[in-house]
Nanobody
C-alpha cells in the first residue's frame, strides 16, 4: 500500500509565501513523476507543477516565476515553494505520484489535499 502524506497549507496574506511538502511511503520500486495539482471551488482540478524522475520540470503558466517545485534529499519526497501568493491561488492542493511501481502493481496515487487560502 502506498500513501502520500502532505503538509504545509494554511492561511496567508497576499504577497506572502508557503511551502508544501509531500512524501510517498510504502513498497515503492520507482515513481515516474511527482507533482502538485489544485482545485478551487467550482473549478476543475489543474496542474500546478510537476517534476519527473529525470529532473524535468513543468509549471502552469499562472505560477511560473512564483512557484518552485523540487525533489527532496529523502527518497520520494517533493516540495512546492510558493512565493508572492495571490488570492487566486486559493485552492485545495493535492500531491500526485504518477506511475508508481510497486511489487504488485503500477498506478497513480493522490494525497488527501491541503488547503491554501490567500486573503487579506
Amino acid at each position: 500500500q502506498v500513501q502520500l502524506g502532505e503538509s504545509g497549507g494554511g492561511l496567508v496574506q497576499p504577497g506572502e509565501s508557503l511551502r508544501l511538502s509531500c512524501a510517498a511511503s510504502g513498497s515503492i520500486v520507482s515513481i515516474n513523476a511527482m507533482g502538485w495539482y489544485r482545485q478551487a471551488p467550482g473549478k476543475e482540478r489543474e496542474l500546478v507543477a510537476v517534476v519527473t524522475r529525470g529532473g524535468s520540470l513543468n509549471y502552469a503558466d499562472s505560477v511560473k516565476g512564483r512557484f518552485t517545485i523540487s525533489r527532496g534529499n529523502a527518497k520520494n519526497t517533493v516540495y512546492l515553494q510558493m512565493n508572492s501568493l495571490k488570492p487566486e491561488d486559493t485552492a485545495v492542493y493535492y500531491c500526485n505520484a504518477d506511475r508508481v511501481v510497486t511489487t504488485t502493481q503500477i498506478r497513480d496515487y493522490w494525497g488527501q489535499g491541503t488547503q491554501v487560502t490567500v486573503s487579506s
